[in-house]
């Protein structure tokens, strides 16, 4: 059948991520990237597209003129719009869920009440649809709480909160000052989980699941888990203690796909289970329909195994056939380099210097770059994930930070406590 062009939809550092495991596979000739970033921009056999994720017309001209033979797409927006149900009625293989089963990340009422109905471990909660009934169900709870924005709030829709205080104030921004829009006109009080978070990111064909090493990311702004919630300021793989694990598919991930089924979903793509470990055993705290950032970076650089074939195989509904992945020993960590300000707005056209290094074992991964004038620029609130590969924890984190270092730009800011376990 020949080598296979790849499309990959996203700009970020995800799929930066995704692009280089992709090109480690024989099978894959190039990889087109709509629209990318400037790190996708300057590597071998990788072409940017200037076509947004949400260009339909731009897409399927892209698929067409390049012969793509599948598409994988990154941020959860164009999959929860449903543009992988579009392609594949285009006849496109595609590796992303349709808009039926993206509405586990689209909608948190949606994804607690499918747990719910599936009897797969979560935290109680409320859900709350005005200022009014929200500040009520307040006087109602035991505190700490968690408020979460029921729609896409680009990780930056939930607040623990210790006290009412605290909870009024944030229910007072999400329903009267409409700090996250649209967003929030939904939300969930629910009671706050006791335990370690991990991430657990499984590749599904909607019958076989094949998980991804766990993973363990930092979403606080700020070192000592403090700060408002982000998309995520770094990650490292695999956790240390993965006991876990197969409860976790017991009770949580194989619910989950006969959850679906019985909806009569068809899910080709990526589950990410957010977890919380308790006491109590694993705990759901959300399903993300697409692959976490920066999860993914710090994941993939340690499979063996061929991505291509993996995400080939699951858009065709074939994993029962895939081998068993292999895995590199050892761990890898990612520490994001943010513009000053993120999570909120930031200033940006700022010029980066990424200096050799002399480190083995690293990566840089952009996401919110550009080129302008011939300059390497930022051009988002998280700029760049520097990774780092060793022997064990420790060793990739000390090379992770030893190559952040070596990259700079004016407003850089990054957390000094990424994998301290």
Request: glycine fraction near 10%.
């Amino acid at each position: 059948m020949g080598l296979a062009n790849v499309l990959v939809i996203g700009s970020g550092g995800r799929e930066h991520a995704i692009v280089c495991a992709l090109l480690k596979n024989p099978e894959v000739d190039r990889v087109f990237v709509a629209p990318g970033n400037a790190g996708t921009s300057l590597m071998d056999r990788c072409t940017n597209v200037p076509c947004k994720i949400d260009d339909l017309t731009g897409i399927l001209g892209t698929i067409a003129r390049h012969n793509i033979r599948l598409t994988i797409i990154g941020p959860e927006a164009p999959i929860v719009a449903g543009l992988a149900d579009v392609l594949r009625a285009h006849e496109h293989l595609v590796f992303a869920p349709g808009e039926a089963g993206a509405k586990l990340e689209a909608s948190k009422i949606v994804a607690k009440e499918f747990m719910w109905r599936n009897n797969i471990p979560t935290a109680f909660a409320h859900f709350c649809s005005c200022n009014e009934s929200a500040h009520k169900t307040l006087e109602t709870v035991t505190f700490p709480i968690v408020v979460k924005a029921d729609g896409l709030a680009a990780g930056k829709g939930v607040f623990i909160c210790q006290n009412s205080a605290e909870a009024n104030t944030v229910i007072s921004n999400l329903f009267v000052n409409k700090t996250l829009g649209r967003a929030a006109q939904s939300v969930l009080i629910e009671e706050h989980l006791e335990g370690t978070e991990a991430s657990l990111m499984v590749v599904t064909d909607g019958i076989t699941a094949v998980p991804l090493l766990p993973a363990r990311d930092h979403k606080r702004a700020l070192e000592g888990d403090r700060g408002p919630n982000t998309g995520g300021m770094g990650a490292y793989a695999p956790t240390p203690d993965q006991s876990w694990l197969p409860e976790t598919i017991k009770t949580i991930v194989l619910p989950t796909l006969s959850g679906l089924a019985q909806k009569y979903i068809s899910y080709r793509g990526i589950i990410y289970f957010g977890l919380m470990l308790t006491e109590d055993g694993p705990k759901l705290l959300e399903y993300n329909c697409r692959f976490g950032d920066p999860e993914t970076q710090v994941v993939l650089p340690l499979l063996q195994s061929s991505f291509y074939d993996l995400c080939y195989r699951a858009a065709r509904g074939e994993l029962s056939t895939l081998v068993p992945l292999r895995w590199s020993t050892g761990a890898c960590v990612g520490v994001v380099l943010t513009s000053r300000g993120y999570p909120g707005p930031v200033d940006t056209g700022y010029s980066i210097s990424i200096r050799p290094s002399g480190l083995l074992e690293t990566m840089v991964f952009h996401g919110g770059t550009a080129i302008k004038e011939g300059r390497l620029v930022t051009a988002g609130g998280r700029v760049i994930t520097a990774v780092g590969i060793g022997k064990n924890i420790a060793v990739a984190r000390d090379t992770a930070y030893r190559l952040a270092e070596h990259i700079t730009f004016e407003g850089r800011t990054y957390r000094r406590d990424i994998a301290s376990v």
